[in-house]
């Protein structure tokens, strides 16, 4: 963990390790110099999540840091998403029709195939994390969690996250997966709850 993109947080903590690593973050276990506390630290790879780019997928531009301030600039688009997540659209309409589900469904299938071909797994799928923007199209979000097995997307990870609610068995069991198909089973749920409410 040596270099210049740590020498500021190694100023006030020691290194203990990493516990868990995606495609665009990682979290490592430190020490508090001053108070022995352990916490934990996420670092994220700004770079790699400005190489996302595709229709249903939230655009980063840019990330600008302060000293008391991380600025993290997505597109916009006549007013960022005012239909907000699509959670509380589907609360707020019990369920949706065949055709609309069809619609929203077709738009997270788009984008989980564009972010498996790029090497990665989303592991975070759920309601909470898609947005609705002004035309009435879904954008993905939340990439904290995301995965680039280093073996390709047929390589196991073991590192259990996301939302239990919308997790693969194996994930929730603490077996080994493959992170697109948990992705798959999160899609398979989302379904359900698109029809369902």
């Known amino acids: ?22 495609g665009f973050a990682k ?10 506390e352990n916490v934990a630290i996420k670092v994220m790879d700004k770079l790699a999540l400005q190489d996302l780019s595709h229709q249903h997928i939230c655009q980063l531009y840019h990330v600008i840091e302060t000293p008391k301030k991380i600025f993290m600039v997505l597109e916009i688009r006549n007013g960022y998403c005012p239909g907000g997540e699509l959670f509380d659209y589907i609360i707020s309409k019990d369920h949706l029709s065949e055709e609309e589900a069809r619609i929203f469904f077709r738009q997270i299938v788009s984008a989980i195939a ?26 993905l979000i939340d990439f904290g969690l ?52």
Do not use: F
């Open 1 to 22: 963990m040596a270099g210049d993109d740590y020498e500021e947080i190694l100023k006030y903590y020691e290194l203990h390790g990493t516990v868990g690593t995606g």
């Open 27 to 36: 979290v490592k276990i430190v020490q508090h110099c001053l108070t022995g």
């Open 114 to 139: 564009y972010v498996h071909s790029q090497g990665y797994a989303h592991r975070d799928l759920k309601p909470e994390n898609l947005l609705i923007d002004e035309e009435h199209n879904l954008k």
């Open 146 to 197: 995301c995965a680039k097995p280093k073996g390709g997307l047929d390589y196991h990870l073991n590192t259990c996250c996301g939302s239990p609610a919308y997790a693969a068995p194996e994930l929730i069991q603490g077996k080994a997966y493959i992170g697109s198909e948990a992705d798959i089973w999160s899609m398979g749920l989302l379904l359900y709850a698109l029809l369902c409410g």
